[in-house]
């Protein structure tokens, strides 16, 4: 069958025909299944406590980036390679098993704040791509910690299980953080 060529002209003139077919090939493209389909979104915790005790306080006892175990009550150890300098990795080794290893980011004295990333440990916790940063704030007599962190699920694809879906890596760092935090004000107001 001989090819049919339309003038240039034509198209010109009658640009609906063309665009018709234009809107209908991405109307499918939209409606395929592959379109609907995403993967995870990223997730946000903040998580915060009031403690009774001047700030400088309680920035001495969580300042050292090695010294997680000194407050958290889930951490056995918790060692530095470079103690605050940026660039330290930390293995941190759980109570009852596991073992996370992250990176310090950044460190403010000044600002009684550090960040950091988590490098492994995903077994021990159900996120990936984690970042964090642990906070003292003064308010008068008192001061206030934050700890927020980002993060994606465990489970990257789409229809992860249960235990790596978003919610489970939402409650596993609120739990940490609240443990964390809640164990930081009972140890500094003597509760």
Same mark, same amino acid.
């Given at each position: ?15 609906? +025909? ?14 395929? +299944? ?10 946000? /915790?903040?998580?915060? !406590? ?41 293995? /941190? ?42 906070? !003292? ?23 992860? +299980? ?30």
């Amino acid at each position: 069958m001989p090819a049919v060529s339309l003038p240039h002209r034509s198209l010109r003139h009658r640009p609906w +025909p063309a665009l018709a077919l234009l809107v209908a090939a991405g109307a499918a493209a939209l409606l395929s +299944p592959g379109a609907r389909a995403h993967g995870p979104t990223r997730q946000k /915790v903040v998580e915060s !406590v009031t403690i009774n005790a001047p700030a400088a306080t309680v920035w001495a006892l969580v300042r050292p980036f090695d010294a997680l175990q000194a407050w958290h009550p889930a951490v056995e150890s918790s060692r530095a390679t470079q103690g605050n300098e940026p660039g330290s990795v930390r293995t /941190v080794r759980l109570k009852g098993g596991g073992e996370l290893e992250e990176t310090l980011e950044t460190w403010d004295d000044a600002q009684m704040k550090y960040s950091y990333r988590l490098k492994a440990g995903g077994a021990a916790l159900p996120v990936t791509n984690y970042s964090a940063t642990l906070r !003292v704030s003064a308010d008068g007599e008192r001061c206030q910690v934050e700890w927020r962190g980002a993060f994606y699920r465990g489970y990257p694809n789409n229809d992860p +299980p249960p235990d790596q879906n978003d919610e489970a890596a939402v409650r596993a760092v609120t739990g940490v953080y609240r443990a964390g935090l809640d164990q930081l004000r009972k140890q500094v107001e003597g509760r």
